[in-house]
């Protein structure tokens, strides 16, 4: 039941003094009309309107309904129109969850130019290494590390994440270098576990493209990157990281790459967003300004790995 239209129409009928008038400049027909407005009255339970021979009045009820129902139109006139304006400009609240680590060292640095380039625009930023749902949460996008799961949410790529096997010139001096996948049995692995459990097993192609899968061990896991960063630079052991989490470590020396010759599959770093047809400009102009700062992947400039 369309109350909006209907409500509409009444008030055409009063300013315009016939329902004749008012279908026409609704293009409606006078019959549709007629029948639109004694709806009107009867869901509403009261008389609307006295019908006189020359012009149509409002009953008291009518009046009342005619004084408040006009704020309401009103208002839902400019609600839309605001929306209307929003859909085509970069305005409003951006609400975006991020890997933590991630966000802090790469996006977080670059929010003040963003904001400065859309002076309509509010950001609110999640940093989180855990998969939060996008719809019930209420966010716009999620930047995201990895293989996605989530079939139902629209991605694109950001950049290329490559990782490597490295640990520290200490533990290498300690231990040993491994000189092949099976070597890695025999050292303290540093484990990443999170939702689908611990990260043991370590899948390597060497330089034929055979795939080694390496069952792993070690004394320290964490479900967070930032402590095995620290382990490894600390010399506890052997990690797999992203290139991006350790650039400066690699280049400053604090981490040696392991198994140079070997790689580990290269995933993404992806925008995802709920599935829909029309992307708030807001979303959009966020993700190409990522793309436009991460497409190369920057913190590889520079490393020969």
């Not at 209907?6 to 315009?16: E, G, K």
């Not at 400009?89 to 963003?114: C, I, M, N, W």
């Not at 293989?147 to 290498?172: F, G, K, Q, T, W």
């Not at 967070?224 to 020396?253: C, F, K, M, N, Q």
Request: aromatic content about 4%.
């Amino acid at each position: 039941m369309d109350r909006v239209g209907d409500l509409t129409l009444f008030l055409r009928v009063l300013d315009l003094g016939s329902i004749t008038a008012a279908a026409h400049s609704l293009d409606l027909s006078v019959a549709v009309a007629s029948q639109r407005l004694k709806r009107l009255e009867r869901d509403l339970g009261v008389r609307l309107l006295h019908r006189t021979t020359r012009r149509l009045h409002p009953t008291p009820e009518g009046a009342a309904l005619a004084q408040q129902g006009r704020v309401l139109v009103e208002d839902l006139e400019s609600l839309g129109t605001g929306l209307r304006e929003t859909a085509t400009e970069v305005a409003g609240t951006l609400r975006v969850t991020l890997s933590a680590s991630f966000g802090r060292q790469y996006v977080s640095p670059l929010l003040p130019a963003f904001l400065a380039r859309h002076p309509k625009l509010r950001i609110s930023v999640h940093l989180s290494d855990q998969v939060v749902d996008l719809i019930s949460e209420g966010f716009d996008l999620a930047i995201r590390i990895g293989a996605l799961e989530d079939s139902s949410l629209v991605a694109r790529h950001i950049a290329p994440n490559r990782r490597v096997l490295c640990a520290s010139p200490d533990y290498l001096k300690r231990r040993g270098d491994p000189r092949s996948p099976k070597d890695l049995m025999e050292h303290d692995c540093l484990l990443l576990f999170g939702s689908s459990g611990r990260q043991d097993v370590w899948r390597l192609h060497d330089a034929q493209g055979e795939e080694h899968a390496i069952r792993v061990q070690g004394r320290f896991e964490s479900n967070y990157g930032e402590l095995l960063r620290d382990a490894s630079v600390a010399g506890e052991g052997i990690a797999t990281h992203s290139l991006w989490h350790i650039a400066d470590d690699l280049r400053a020396g604090r981490l040696r790459v392991v198994l140079p010759n070997c790689r580990l599959a290269t995933t993404a770093i992806s925008a995802v967003m709920p599935q829909r047809r029309l992307v708030p400009p807001r979303v959009g102009a966020f993700v190409d300004f990522l793309i436009s700062r991460f497409g190369d992947a920057p913190w590889e400039h520079g490393l020969k790995v």
